[in-house]
């Protein structure tokens, strides 16, 4: 009896742990960040706009806002989406655009990273947590036709895989500073 009430306590001192992950992921990361948005193409820096994300606790829910606002323009730049805790003992995560459009994301160490397609592109989207507590936004974003196939032979005995690469069409990037 005393071996199966240690092992329940282990348990539910594990789930604890867990929440204390989700809440600390969302919590520490809970804020309005500000910065500019500078988007490169194939010939260099293409535009620099202003950018804020908006990290903030929905009353009433384990889930947190997840406001995006690209220009100036604070209404018609406002990208409104919710995180979700979908299962933080693995760092899953979910982004609701609330438009049907929901896409997983996962925290690895202080970065929550998405990778997903649409319309013919891959998107890989990273935000970083620094250590001055600010936030780094990046993008990338390539076509999902690949430009070359290499590899997918035998060498000296070896059979080596193949290997696709993708051209990369778009980087994104934005240093955001937190409001106090």
């Known amino acids: 009896m005393q071996k199966l009430i240690t092992i329940l306590c282990l ?5 604890s742990i867990q929440a204390q992950d989700t809440l600390s992921f969302l919590e520490s990361w809970s804020g309005i960040y500000v910065g500019t948005l500078d988007i490169y193409g194939p010939k260099g820096l293409a535009q620099s706009l202003p ?14 806002s997840w406001l995006i606002i690209y220009g100036e323009d604070k209404v018609e730049g406002a990208r ?12 899953l995560y979910t982004i609701d655009e609330q438009n049907t459009i929901r896409i997983e994301g996962y925290l690895r160490g202080n970065v929550y990273a998405e990778v997903f397609t ?20 990046e993008i990338l974003a390539n076509s999902t036709e690949p430009v070359s196939s290499t590899g997918n032979e035998v060498f000296e005995e070896e059979e080596i895989p193949e290997v696709l690469t993708f051209p990369v ?12």
């Open 51 to 64: 950018m804020e994300l908006h990290i903030l606790p929905i009353e009433g829910s384990e889930n947190y």
């Open 118 to 137: 649409v319309a013919g592109s891959q998107i890989i989207v990273t935000t970083e947590k620094l250590e001055d507590g600010n936030l780094l936004w």
């Open 80 to 91: 409104d989406y919710i995180i979700e805790p979908t299962d933080p003992s693995t760092g």
């Open 169 to 180: 069409s778009v980087y994104q990037r934005a240093l955001l500073k937190k409001q106090d």
């Open 11 to 15: 348990f539910l001192f594990s789930l």
